[in-house]
């Protein structure tokens, strides 16, 4: 196939990732040529190998870091520049819902800092949302108004969890789930645990979990796995309801 040969007129153009190969002679003596593509794209190697000049075209997965081979990356925000912050939080909700289109789940850690309209933009654009609580009755009754409200947050996609929980206290999830939120199925929870406060700090979370993989009942850290797959199974529950709602 010889679609452009002896193009001299054609300066620029976009290879689609979907494009698998290209044939020998497609852009031969093109001589102002300037390729678009993908890494690791048949446009890419086509370029390389018959030296057109190549400009790639970043996704997200370009800026993420592996954890996992092919089940977990994570995409770090921005450190140490404020302006540049400032215009890429403006377009956060629009960075999301890109990834969303390369990964199976796309999980966000929410923070006040990105703004206030950035904050509802991307609760708007989650399928479930954790709200992290602390374990104290009126920050637990200040999320559980917003819920009822449903303007930003909403029941039906709506888990609350109380972050370093702790049993001993007043305020612990039996008496938070009867006597002030009123409701039946106990609140999730993620209890202060020592060893994921220390992983968190050291970058060692996915060690620590595959290690808590072989954990015992008698462990002073089954409790914390027990409640952290509770939440998940909450978590994976409003999913499936949401859609079959769909």
Same mark, same amino acid.
């Given at each position: 196939m010889q679609a452009f040969y002896y193009c001299a007129a054609l300066e620029s153009i976009e290879i689609p990732k979907s494009v698998e190969d290209i044939g020998s002679y497609a852009f031969d003596s093109c001589s102002n040529l300037t390729m678009s593509g993908y890494s690791s794209s048949a446009a890419k190697t086509y370029a390389s190998e018959n030296s057109i000049p190549f400009k790639t075209i970043r996704t997200a997965l370009d800026y993420a870091k592996i954890v996992l081979t092919n089940r977990l990356e994570i995409l770090p925000g921005i450190e140490n520049d404020k302006e540049q912050y400032k215009q890429v939080k403006e377009k956060y909700a629009q960075i999301i819902s890109l990834a969303g289109k390369y990964y199976? #789940?796309?999980?966000?850690?929410?923070?006040?800092s990105v703004g206030k309209q950035a904050e509802i933009d991307i609760l708007n654009i989650s399928d479930i949302v954790v709200a992290l609580v602390p374990q104290r009755a009126k920050q637990i009754e200040k999320?559980? %108004? #917003?819920? %009822?409200?449903?303007e930003i947050l909403k029941e039906q996609n709506t888990v609350m969890a109380i972050g370093r929980y702790v049993e001993e206290s007043k305020y612990n999830a039996k008496n938070i789930t009867r006597n002030l939120l009123r409701k039946k199925d106990l609140i999730n929870t993620i209890p202060y645990n020592t060893l994921f406060f220390d992983s968190t700090q050291e970058g060692t979370v996915i060690d620590l979990f595959l290690n808590f993989m072989r954990i015992k009942d008698r462990d002073t850290n089954y409790t914390f796995v027990e409640e952290i797959k509770r939440l998940n199974e909450t978590i994976k529950g409003k999913l499936e309801i949401l859609q079959m709602m769909r």
């Open positions: 199976d #789940m796309v999980i966000v850690d929410l923070d006040k999320i559980q %108004n #917003m819920i %009822n409200e449903g």
